[in-house]
């Protein structure tokens, strides 16, 4: 189903809500069989969920061995989650490591990189528009 510049597309009654932006980046997996588009988004966004950990621990100045443990837990308890993610197509890991970049990028002082991997989350899920607020805040 299709209504203005938004797509809308139900599955088991569930109703989910994209940007045109997403549509147009995930077309390419039209041209995989279902499983293999199942394991690109699951890789892409593991790959996320990976690289958004990593900024998370660097944010929290944790150790070698602590960063393994943590990672450990985190993957098991988010595991119900990100199977979630997988199942639907969702892209919420890769938004979250967008958001991540982008607030990692500010306090390097690289507005440019900041604004680019905002961008590129609000493109993907309408929710990190919210991430506006804090910047105009810090008026940055």
């Given at each position: ?24 980046t995930l077309s390419p997996l039209k ?85 680019l991997c905002l961008a590129i989350a ?19």
């Amino acid at each position: 189903v299709s209504e203005g510049p938004l797509s809308i597309y139900r599955v088991d009654q569930e109703s989910f809500l994209y940007m045109p932006f997403i549509l147009l980046t995930l077309s390419p997996l039209k041209y995989l069989s279902l499983f293999q588009a199942f394991v690109c988004m699951s890789f892409a966004n593991a790959l996320a969920l990976c690289a958004s950990m990593r900024i998370a621990m660097k944010w929290l100045g944790v150790t070698p061995v602590q960063e393994i443990l943590i990672s450990i837990l985190a993957l098991v308890l988010i595991l119900p989650y990100w199977t979630f993610n997988a199942n639907f197509g969702q892209v919420n890991f890769i938004s979250l490591f967008f958001i991540l970049a982008s607030l990692e990028f500010h306090d390097q002082a690289k507005p440019i990189g900041a604004g680019l991997c905002l961008a590129i989350a609000i493109s993907l899920k309408i929710t990190p528009v919210l991430l506006l607020v804090y910047y105009f805040l810090k008026k940055d």
